[in-house]
């Protein structure tokens, strides 16, 4: 019997449905539901998406987590039930900021829907942050000046990808790359073009179909009070608008 087979159970039988009334709700033969929870037929995606529906819960969770260990009203449920992100709070019932540190930073693409991986994560609060629910993500390479090694990137979560804005910053998590921290260059339907502001690297595309989580920078944790090294772009930028100046005082003297 597969983890989903016993998920679809446990909610039934937690949410008092028979098996009958749950069949025809998903609009099935009971017959045909029965293997489902037995494990002896696989659900195609239609009839997955029908059961996560149905209970208000994502599809990855059905698959993936045991809903067992898993407090219901513990769960931030999205709109049009896109996914229910697990969280933690404090005892007066605010959220925790999670911060996945370097060392945990690999198995978050696997646990990042997870109870139980989400609850392992260091936790800090930070009151000045205001609503929504945020994550910290660590920084790495050079690509995100002035953010270095070591530092991290406090996101909030963004429900939908239609509030993701052009020339904002965001961690995205992605099936393909895991987590990285980009400037949205350009937002289209199907693709987001995402760059570095470090010029030496190129602007990219990442697929919507690939993309697992989107966070949206509002502050950053750093470990450095070095003062930013001036890069040869601004030296040029700047030695050019000195040319211009002395150019238009001369044009203003004759």
């Keep these: 019997m597969s983890l989903f087979s016993d998920n679809i159970r446990n909610l039934r039988v937690q949410h008092k449905i028979s098996q009958e009334k ?31 529906h149905y209970y208000h819960i994502s599809i990855d969770l059905l698959l993936s987590v045991d809903v067992r260990k898993i407090p219901l009203d513990d769960l931030l449920q999205l709109e049009n039930n896109r996914l229910v992100l697990p969280i933690t709070v404090d005892n ?14 690999a198995g978050y693409l696997n646990g990042y ?30 690509s995100m000046p002035p953010h270095v090694d070591g530092s991290i990137i406090v996101g909030r979560y963004v429900e939908r990808l239609g509030d993701v804005k052009d020339g904002k910053t965001y961690i ?18 199907n693709v987001l073009f995402v760059e570095s502001d470090n010029s030496f690297y190129p602007v ?12 949206e920078f509002v502050c950053n944790i750093g470990l450095t009070d070095e003062k930013q090294q001036v890069t040869e772009t601004a030296s040029v930028k700047d030695l050019f608008l000195e040319l211009k100046r002395d150019i238009n005082n001369l044009k203003f003297k004759l």
């Design 204 to 215: 990219y595309e990442v697929k919507v179909s690939d993309i697992l989580e989107i966070w």
């Design 113 to 142: 829907a997870d109870p139980e991986y989400i609850e392992s994560l260091q936790q800090i609060s930070l009151p000045f942050l205001g609503s929504g629910k945020h994550r910290g993500f660590p920084v790495e390479g050079d």
């Design 172 to 189: 995205l998590i992605t099936k393909s790359e895991g987590m990285v921290y980009k400037r949205l260059n350009k937002n289209k339907k």
């Design 92 to 105: 007066r019932g605010e959220n925790f900021i999670e911060v996945v540190t370097q060392k945990v930073k």
């Design 22 to 52: 749950l069949s025809e709700s998903l609009g099935i033969t009971r017959g045909r539901y029965v293997k489902y929870e037995d494990g002896t037929s696989e659900a195609p995606y239609e009839i997955l998406k029908k059961i996560a």
